[in-house]
C-alpha cells in the first residue's frame, strides 16, 4: 500500500510531519504542551524551559499572577528565550480519562487558540509536538487525526497569514500514526 504523504498544502498552509526535536526549530512560534500552571514539567515542556532559559519561565510567572491558571484548550505566548524560536506558544491539552470529558473538543481548541494567537501576533511559521499524547496519556491515532482535523478547519475558515505549520514528531511511532492520519484527513 502507498504510504500516505508527509506533507499537505491547504490553501496558502503548507501543513508538515518531520522528526524533530522542537526545541531546535528556528520558527516564527513552538508550542508547548504545557500544564495548567505553566511552571514547567516532564516531556517536551521541561526541554523547551531547559534549552530555552530562565527568560521563559520568568514570563510564565507573570502569566499566572494575572490569569491565575491557564485552563485546558487555551493558549498564551511567551518570548523563545534562548531557543532559535521567536515565540513560545504554551497550550494546555487534556488529560486522557476514558474520551468522555471533552477530550476531542479541548485537543481542538487547544490547536486552533494556538494558530489563533500565532496570527494575532502576525507569526508565518508555528511547530507543535503531538499534544497530550504523552505524560497526558490521549491515544494516539485520535490524538494525530483531531490534530490535523483542527489546522485544517483553522486554515479553512480563518484568513490565515501562517505559510508553514510543522509537527515535530519525536518518534517513528508518533510519526507512523500522523502518517496515517494525514491519509485520512
Ligand atoms: P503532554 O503532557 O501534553 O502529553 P508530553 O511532553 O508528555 O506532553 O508529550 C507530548 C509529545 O511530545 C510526546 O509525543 C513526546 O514524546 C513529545 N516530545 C517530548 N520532547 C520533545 C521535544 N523536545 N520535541 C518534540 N516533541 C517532544
Redesign the pocket.
Known sequence: MEQPDTQKQIKNTLIKLEL????TLSFDAVVN?A?SSLMG????????HYTGGPEILKECKQIIKKIGTLESGKAVITTGGNLPARYVIHTV?P?WDGGTHREAELLTSAYRESLALADSKGLVSIAF??????????P?FEASEIALTAIRDYILNNPTKITLVLF????HL?MGAYRRAMGKV
Request: proline residues 3%; hydrophobic residues 45%.
Open positions: 524533530a526535536d522542537i526545541t504542551a500544564n514539567g516532564a516531556g517536551v515542556d521541561g526541554a523547551i491539552g488529560i509536538p503531538s499534544i497530550s499524547t504523552g505524560v497526558f496519556s490521549y494516539i515535530a514528531l519525536f518518534s508518533d
